[in-house]
């Protein structure tokens, strides 16, 4: 069996490399008083997870860690308390730190039901593909999750090199510039290595995970930060310039410049997941200026004194990016009501109170006619 580049590291420092500290020590010490030892777990797969201790990577069953709520499994990122050697075998994960961040999504539009993507996580950078035309609300989906997570996004536009006019490139970073307000938008090479240095001083620190769709090149960037082929890499479609789909799992490696990095499947979907602060941090200047309106609850649609129709209308705002933004908060919205009795009721009674005013305008425009 062939582990992350993680479990090839024997000495001493092995918990410091993956990011232990004197905060984790202290909320281990119950743990450690029970005679268990610590450890950071690098893969999970099927009951079982690969856990990063001081005497190198044990496997370890997750029976004991294993709740109803799907939040709440164990994860990449995780830092646990693990049996000691010798004392059985299987060696069993007894209980999980708590999480300082969490990276989740909804797993599915029409359940209720999150997943944890990468546990304590600094730096979330999103990895979008030049070959193809960018997507701009997906980007603005993959910042929301972010920010909501409590990590610091960057957004890597990789396979530079396949935009050859300089100009042309400067656009591009302008365009995702625009959706991502407070992020650092970075395009990259791993082929000519344009780019590299400045995401390696990024993530020198902390634990990093790289997101994306499929082909985005997160493999490959992965493969140059960890400074060897720890990843699986095919070669692209020519028809497209897509990479194809290789991560079916995600990992933890330590990186040679310091830090961790999370390497994580492509993500066909990116369902929000209880998102609000991570929607309203990525279009801040929407809600800065919502909050200039004449109204509180203004719907900037045809309101009197709206701040964010005049944005519109002078043309500091586009129609693309309003769109966007209430696309995303109708969609969390209504993911947060699935499992909030009481929002569901609010929902409805404001769903009630604009049928009614619909009908009461139609009646009054019918007698207008008459």
């Not at 984790?24 to 009951?47: E, I, K, N, S």
């Not at 004991?64 to 049996?83: E, I, K, M, Q």
């Not at 992965?222 to 290789?246: C, F, P, S, W, Y």
């Not at 009795?341 to 609010?346: G, H, M, S």
């Amino acid at each position: 069996m062939s582990f992350p580049l993680s479990s090839r590291t024997s000495d001493s420092s092995l918990l410091d490399a993956h990011g232990w500290d004197s905060g984790w020590a202290a909320a281990f010490a119950p743990y450690a008083a029970q005679g268990l030892v610590p450890g950071r777990v690098v893969r999970v797969d099927r009951g079982q997870c690969d856990v990063a201790t001081e005497e190198g990577v044990v496997r370890a069953d997750t029976a004991f860690v294993t709740p109803h709520d799907p939040l709440r499994v164990v994860c990449t990122g995780d830092w646990a308390a693990v049996d000691p050697a010798g004392v059985r075998d299987p060696r069993y994960v007894r209980a999980c730190l708590p999480r300082r961040t969490a990276f989740a999504r909804s797993t599915s539009s029409k359940r209720s039901e999150g997943q944890i993507l990468a546990a304590n996580v600094d730096h979330a950078v999103i990895t979008v593909s030049l070959a193809v035309e960018l997507d701009l609300g997906r980007i603005e989906r993959f910042l929301a999750l972010a920010w909501e997570s409590g990590a610091q996004p960057t957004v890597v536009l990789s396979k530079a090199d396949l935009v050859p006019d300089p100009v042309g490139l400067s656009y591009l970073v302008e365009d995702v510039e625009t959706v991502a307000p407070g992020v650092q938008v970075l395009p990259l090479s791993s082929t000519t290595g344009e780019g590299l240095d400045v995401l390696a001083a990024t993530v020198a620190g902390g634990t990093t995970v790289l997101l994306g769709v499929s082909g985005a090149g997160k493999s490959t960037l992965a493969n140059v930060l960890v400074g060897e082929d720890v990843m699986t890499v095919q070669a692209a479609r020519d028809i497209d310039g897509k990479g194809r789909h290789t991560t079916t799992t995600r990992n933890l490696f330590v990186l040679p410049g310091g830090g961790v990095l999370i390497d994580t499947p492509g993500l066909r979907g990116v369902g929000l997941w209880d998102a609000e602060t991570g929607v309203g941090q990525v279009f801040s200047e929407i809600e800065e200026l919502a909050g200039n309106c004449r109204f509180h609850d203004c719907g900037h649609e045809s309101e009197p004194g709206c701040a964010v129709a005049a944005a519109i209308e002078d043309g500091t705002l586009s129609v693309r990016r309003l769109e966007s933004y209430r696309k995303l908060l109708r969609e969390n919205q209504r993911i947060v009501a699935k499992t909030d009795a009481r929002l569901r009721t609010e929902m409805l009674k404001d769903w009630k109170r604009r049928h009614a005013a619909g009908r009461k305008a139609l009646e009054m425009k019918r007698g207008h006619s008459r």
